[in-house]
């Protein structure tokens, strides 16, 4: 992601290295690597989640499951950058500590300017250091360090692993831990082994699946994936029983909602009844085409308010889905809404304009209304 301004001598290129692909032998250039204390890291980046129309369901992402899963990430993350831009560090770079970042900007700046320029100016540094803050929207304030109890995102327990997993496995950051507890035995490990496949599996396991589930027997995550073993194995009713007990356990984990539908239909079982509830609506953002199944499921039992709001949803999200468009007209129309049907009837004629089947519930549709041929044509 190149940052550059025209007159200047230095190209500005900024990057997390998500995949680990930035080249470490970058000629003439010189690396800054910038890291921070694990914890406050977490719930800094925890506080910018927010929630999307069309992206994996906030509600999902608010559990105690998903955090837990997304901690587990990070804690590879961190593994995985320690280990590459740690174990051996470059001559060319410079280490920057978030906490003398904030506390000292000038001090953590200054090996950066030097390298740029052979020399410091510190009067010069010190200007622009007052004007950046400045521009942010005020005079600098005194460093004041996060106190991470006072997080709408801190859990203790969650945390303190994470943490100790973290600093375990990098230790070359030279944190010290700022929460009692430990990872072995601790559910996020599971998570950690599912994620991980460059982590070693504990004392005495072979299966990777098996030693999460022992460690994180009821998450979610664990669930999908012996669901999904058990039919590719064949064992459908296996499979079928642990996707229905994992949207037990969690109604918002829309994965589950996908493989259950996509099972149902391999094996040419109708959908459970369980699943027309209002919670899929909210679970299958990112998944439209099976949110459209379900409301399917929903009209079939009758829960019609349920069925109008999915396909209406999945009409904002994916305006060109026919069959939304088509069944929602349907069900309006069951429910004597012509008016509001006929948009979505015509909506659905301009996507697929041969569909006899919508033709004829346009036709109903419109003679409802008392339009006749020539206002149809």
Same mark, same amino acid.
């Given at each position: 992601?190149?940052?550059?301004?025209?007159?200047?001598?230095?190209?500005?290129?900024?990057?997390? #290295?998500?995949?680990?692909?930035?080249?470490?032998?970058?000629?003439?250039?010189?690396?800054?690597?910038?890291?921070?204390?694990? %914890? !406050?890291?977490?719930?800094?980046?925890?506080?910018?989640?927010?929630?999307?129309?069309?992206?994996?369901?906030?509600?999902?992402?608010?559990?105690?499951?998903?955090?837990?899963?997304?901690?587990?990430?990070?804690?590879?993350?961190?593994?995985?950058?320690?280990?590459?831009?740690?174990?051996?560090?470059?001559?060319?770079?410079?280490?920057?500590?978030?906490?003398?970042?904030?506390?000292? !900007? +000038?001090?953590?700046? &200054?090996?950066?300017?030097?390298?740029?320029?052979?020399?410091?100016?510190? +009067?010069?540094?010190?200007?622009?250091?007052?004007?950046?803050?400045?521009?942010?929207?005020?005079?600098?304030?005194?460093?004041?360090?996060?106190? %991470?109890?006072?997080?709408?995102?801190? #859990?203790?327990?969650?945390?303190?692993?994470?943490?100790?997993?973290?600093?375990?496995?990098?230790?070359?950051?030279?944190?010290?831990?700022?929460?009692?507890?430990?990872?072995?035995?601790?559910?996020?490990?599971?998570?950690?082994?599912? +994620?991980? !496949?460059?982590?070693?599996? !504990?004392?005495?396991?072979?299966?990777?699946?098996?030693?999460?589930?022992?460690?994180?027997?009821?998450?979610?995550? %664990?669930?999908?994936?012996? &669901?999904?073993?058990?039919? #590719?194995?064949?064992?459908?009713?296996?499979?079928?029983?642990?996707?229905?007990?994992?949207?037990?356990?969690?109604?918002?984990?829309?994965?589950?909602?996908?493989?259950?539908?996509?099972?149902?239909?391999?094996?040419?079982?109708?959908?459970?009844?369980?699943?027309?509830?209002?919670?899929?609506?909210?679970?299958?953002?990112?998944?439209?085409?099976?949110?459209?199944?379900?409301?399917?499921?929903?009209?079939?039992?009758?829960?019609?308010?349920?069925?109008? &709001?999915?396909?209406?949803? %999945?009409?904002?999200?994916?305006?060109?889905?026919?069959?939304?468009?088509?069944?929602?007209?349907?069900?309006?129309?069951?429910?004597?809404?012509?008016?509001?049907?006929? +948009?979505?009837?015509?909506?659905?004629?301009?996507?697929?304009?041969?569909?006899?089947?919508?033709?004829?519930?346009?036709?109903?549709?419109?003679?409802?209304?008392?339009?006749?041929?020539?206002?149809?044509?």
């Amino acid at each position: 992601m190149p940052c550059t301004r025209t007159g200047y001598p230095v190209t500005y290129q900024k990057s997390h #290295d998500w995949e680990f692909a930035l080249p470490r032998d970058v000629k003439e250039a010189l690396y800054v690597i910038q890291y921070r204390r694990p %914890v !406050p890291e977490a719930l800094s980046d925890r506080d910018l989640m927010r929630d999307s129309i069309s992206g994996p369901s906030y509600n999902y992402r608010l559990t105690r499951d998903h955090y837990a899963w997304w901690l587990a990430k990070k804690a590879s993350y961190f593994r995985k950058f320690h280990e590459k831009w740690f174990e051996r560090r470059l001559p060319n770079s410079v280490y920057l500590n978030y906490d003398t970042l904030t506390r000292q !900007p +000038q001090e953590a700046i &200054a090996p950066i300017v030097r390298w740029v320029d052979g020399a410091v100016d510190e +009067q010069k540094l010190a200007g622009a250091v007052a004007e950046a803050s400045k521009s942010r929207g005020g005079p600098r304030e005194a460093y004041k360090p996060r106190v %991470v109890e006072e997080s709408a995102h801190f #859990d203790r327990d969650l945390l303190s692993a994470f943490e100790d997993y973290v600093l375990r496995h990098c230790p070359k950051l030279e944190f010290t831990a700022e929460l009692p507890g430990s990872y072995e035995g601790h559910f996020l490990h599971g998570l950690i082994l599912l +994620q991980d !496949p460059d982590v070693p599996l !504990p004392a005495g396991e072979h299966d990777r699946l098996d030693a999460a589930a022992r460690l994180a027997p009821k998450h979610p995550e %664990v669930l999908l994936r012996q &669901a999904r073993r058990a039919l #590719d194995q064949g064992a459908t009713d296996a499979g079928l029983s642990l996707l229905e007990e994992t949207l037990e356990c969690s109604p918002y984990f829309g994965q589950a909602y996908r493989l259950l539908i996509d099972a149902c239909k391999s094996a040419g079982k109708a959908l459970p009844a369980s699943l027309s509830s209002s919670h899929a609506i909210f679970a299958l953002a990112e998944y439209p085409g099976a949110l459209v199944d379900i409301a399917k499921s929903m009209l079939d039992e009758e829960r019609l308010v349920n069925a109008v &709001a999915a396909l209406t949803f %999945v009409t904002v999200i994916q305006p060109d889905n026919f069959r939304a468009n088509h069944l929602l007209a349907k069900t309006l129309g069951n429910l004597g809404r012509w008016s509001e049907a006929r +948009q979505y009837a015509e909506k659905a004629v301009d996507i697929k304009p041969g569909n006899e089947a919508n033709l004829k519930l346009l036709a109903n549709i419109r003679s409802h209304l008392g339009l006749g041929r020539e206002a149809a044509a």
